[in-house]
């Protein structure tokens, strides 16, 4: 199958999962910033240090940046959600499906012959899929994930620049929708990435 060919399955699938926006990004156009992960602990995230997916038990954007040399293009996707749907008890259901379609992308790829496809989400693993647990097994002695299907890492670690992809994309941030009254429905967006190698 050609990669053009693998490529276009790979976003019906994110369509199909959920996502209301797939791009195709050239990794070239992935930003890392360092003093973005560096917000992970100063101001301190409430959820760092909890997960094996969060600093600073991930490599962190020195070694994302030698990572992306292995990888050509990425799989960019957005879920478009109402803001009070985002900041809501639901909050945590919009951010698995986030996972959930990530952890998706990336499994279809690997068998399609994309065998080094790594996926990334937005939100930690800890609050999303083990919240009502003390800690995260990864990290404790045990070892082994609890949700290892699902969870991805999170992009805010690794200094992933989501607004310069956002504008690589062509998408905007500020676009409201209207409902059937025509009053304006605030929207909030959650993202994922996944990196394929050619």
């Known amino acids: 199958m ?17 996502a209301t926006h797939v791009a195709i990004v050239s990794t070239t156009d992935i930003i890392v910033d360092d003093n973005l992960a560096k917000m992970c602990r100063e101001p301190r995230c409430e959820n760092y240090g909890l ?10 954007p020195s070694a994302f940046r030698k990572q992306l040399e292995k ?15 985002l900041y809501s008890s639901d909050r945590r259901e919009l951010f698995q499906l986030l996972h959930e379609i990530a952890a998706g992308i990336e499994h279809i ?27 995260c097994r990864a990290i404790s002695e045990e070892g082994k ?19 310069k992809l956002i504008e690589t994309a062509g998408w905007t941030e500020s676009e ?18 996944v990196l394929i190698e050619f």
């Open 51 to 60: 997960s094996k997916s969060c600093p600073p038990h991930v490599s962190g």
């Open 176 to 193: 409201d929708t209207h409902d059937a009254d025509s009053a304006t429905t605030k929207m909030a967006y959650i993202f994922g990435l």
């Open 109 to 135: 790829a690997i068998k399609m012959g994309f065998a080094n496809a790594q996926a990334f989400a937005g939100g930690s693993c800890k609050e999303i899929f083990c919240h009502d647990h003390p800690e």
């Open 71 to 85: 990888y050509d293009q990425a799989i960019f996707f957005k879920i478009d959600v109402p803001s009070k749907i």
């Open 145 to 163: 994930c609890r949700n290892p299907r699902y969870a991805r890492p999170s992009m805010s670690g690794f200094g992933i620049n989501v607004a």
């Open 2 to 18: 050609m990669q053009q060919t693998k490529l276009k399955k790979l976003i019906q699938q994110a369509y199909r999962s959920g």
